[in-house]
């Protein structure tokens, strides 16, 4: 059963998080698939630039990983002190890395919108209220 970030992950109590992402079905993540003969051993490169990737674009450290055949794991440090210096454009533009930002965002990064009250949801949004 999955449980929301905010039950899980505790920053006070520790930085590092042990994850693990499993295949469902028998379906093969990496190497060769016992059952079809298919070679999926180029998935371990796409895995690895994924993990890097996302990485790059949140506050965390690859602290360990293994790719295997049908899940992986990964250890993450979570960088706090790094994420508490992003402003409201550093955390809108890393958002917009994996996600198309709202067009409310967008219109109050471009300078087009700076009222109050889309200032205050933006920081809401982005977690950056003051």
Known sequence: ????????????????????????????????????????????????????FLCSVFSMRICAYAVMSNHYHIVLCVDRERVEGWSDEEVTRRWGRLFVVPERVARYRRGECKNEALREEVERWTGTAR
């Open 1 to 52: 059963m999955t449980r929301a970030r905010r039950e899980v992950v505790s920053l006070d109590d520790t930085p590092y998080y042990h994850c693990i992402s499993r295949c469902v079905r028998r379906a093969f993540l990496c190497g060769v698939d016992r059952v079809s003969g298919q070679d999926y051993s180029h998935r371990k490169g796409w895995v690895k630039e994924r993990l890097g």
